[in-house]
């Protein structure tokens, strides 16, 4: 009999987006042996109530686990003491958790992958976060997965051994970083990391995500990723509460499960220079932004017929 991972997956008021997430979960080749914890946040206002409800109809339906819990606040915590209490209340029951939001879409694959990773590196203090999702790396000839320092939050699991790490309190972490370890944690000033911790410190974000990466980071701490995605996230339609329309980030869900693993533990230099160049060119040349600009403004701001 397998111990696998239970599920948490932390859903709001976007029925569509999770009727997806839980239909690709569903055809994950070990979702019927998995436990599934769907935690529900409380609605923000009284105009969030009638979608909240929905989405706690559609929850209690579920079916295609081995157990199916739902958990729902009758407050609303926010997203970020969401996701850091259920996390915390399962690594607590089960030594390990593999987290969702509801705009994931998985391969079939990603449990197992999860499953697999989670057994391996166990006892392996370092690595201390798993990813599912990673950026659209065109580059050929990358290992299946590698280890790198920056935590991914679209799909990701974890152990209690490597949680009980994770410090909330911003002012904690800050106070760890040097302009050195800044421009280390920010990829080389190519990836916005140091501005979403100023910004949460200033209350313009409420990320748990940032705060968990610090953290890791701060341990000198791995994350496992896959070169191709095991996730795409569906989240950036404009309809979510923290998220733009955004095609930068989209990418093919890998077809194949993932085979092989790290040996050594420690930081793939290859992969990380890959990464560090895809971040910055992202957002393509002056030309490029300045036409992306233009139809987000149009996106915003239809032009009326």
Do not use: C
């Not at 391996?120 to 000839?141: C, F, Q, S, T």
């Amino acid at each position: 009999m397998q111990n696998l991972a239970p599920i948490a997956l932390f859903v709001y008021n976007r029925p569509e987006h999770t009727r997806r997430t839980i239909s690709y979960l569903q055809k994950n080749l070990l979702a019927e042996e998995s436990r599934l914890f769907i935690f529900s946040d409380g609605p923000a206002t009284d105009a969030d109530k009638a979608k909240v409800d929905e989405v706690r109809q559609l929850a209690k339906e579920v079916t295609g686990f081995k157990s199916v819990k739902v958990i729902a606040r009758k407050e609303n915590l926010g997203l970020a003491n969401s996701i850091i209490s259920g996390v915390t209340k399962l690594v607590n029951e089960y030594d390990k958790v593999i987290v969702f939001e509801d705009d994931l879409l998985s391969s079939p694959y990603t449990l197992q992958y999860f499953n697999e990773a989670l057994k391996r590196y166990a006892d392996e203090d370092k690595v201390m976060h798993i990813g599912a999702y990673m950026y659209d790396l065109k580059e050929k000839d990358l290992p299946e997965t590698f280890f790198y320092r920056a935590a991914t939050s679209w799909g990701w699991a974890t152990w209690a051994r490597a949680w009980k790490h994770f410090e909330p309190d911003i002012d904690t972490l800050t106070e760890q970083f040097s302009k050195p370890s800044i421009l280390r944690f920010s990829i080389e000033g190519t990836m916005n990391f140091w501005k979403q911790m100023r910004e949460f410190k200033a209350g313009k974000n409420n990320s748990w995500a940032i705060r968990w990466y610090a953290s890791i980071f701060l341990k000198d701490g791995l994350t496992l990723n896959p070169t191709q995605s095991l996730i795409n996230n569906i989240g950036h339609d404009g309809s979510g509460t923290h998220s733009n329309a955004e095609t930068t980030y989209q990418v093919q869900i890998a077809r194949t499960p993932i085979t092989k693993f790290p040996e050594v533990i420690k930081e793939n230099p290859e992969v990380y220079q890959v990464i560090k160049h895809f971040l910055k060119n992202r957002k393509g040349n002056l030309l490029q932004r300045g036409l992306r600009f233009i139809q987000k403004l149009q996106s915003r701001y239809p032009v009326k017929k």
